[in-house]
């Protein structure tokens, strides 16, 4: 069984910046797009940015974050600039694939103070 291991999370004060990374313990054999959700505590899960035939971002994160992935190791990297207190939440790994289930990191802390 695959698994999605998440680093790089923690607690920045408010401009600072932080590098979340994710590797995937085996091969995925087809990857269609890898991406990084967020969860704050009463909210919904959210889509950050993704990675895939394009790249995308949420509104609130474009200019300031960066999604980076390399589909031969299976790894996902979101560089993370001018952190906000609004960007505190569990950050979640995601790659999808062409054929065969999603998966998902098992989250990882970001704690923006102000």
């Known amino acids: 069984q695959v698994q999605l291991v998440e680093s790089g999370g923690g607690l920045v004060q408010a401009g600072g910046s932080l590098r979340l990374s994710c590797a995937a313990s085996?091969?995925?054999?087809?990857?269609?797009?890898m991406g990084w959700y967020r969860q704050a505590p009463g909210k919904q899960r959210e889509l950050v940015a993704s990675?895939?035939?394009?790249?995308n971002y949420a509104d609130s994160v474009k200019g300031r974050f960066t999604i980076s992935g390399d589909n031969a190791k299976n790894t996902v990297y979101l560089q993370m600039n001018s952190l906000q207190p609004e960007d505190t939440a569990v950050y979640y790994c995601?790659?999808?694939?062409?054929?065969?289930?999603?998966?998902w990191g098992q989250g990882t802390q970001v704690t923006v103070s102000s």
């Open positions: 995601n790659i999808r694939q062409w054929y065969g289930p999603d998966y």
């Open positions: 085996g091969k995925i054999p087809s990857i269609n797009s």
């Open positions: 990675i895939g035939g394009d790249t």
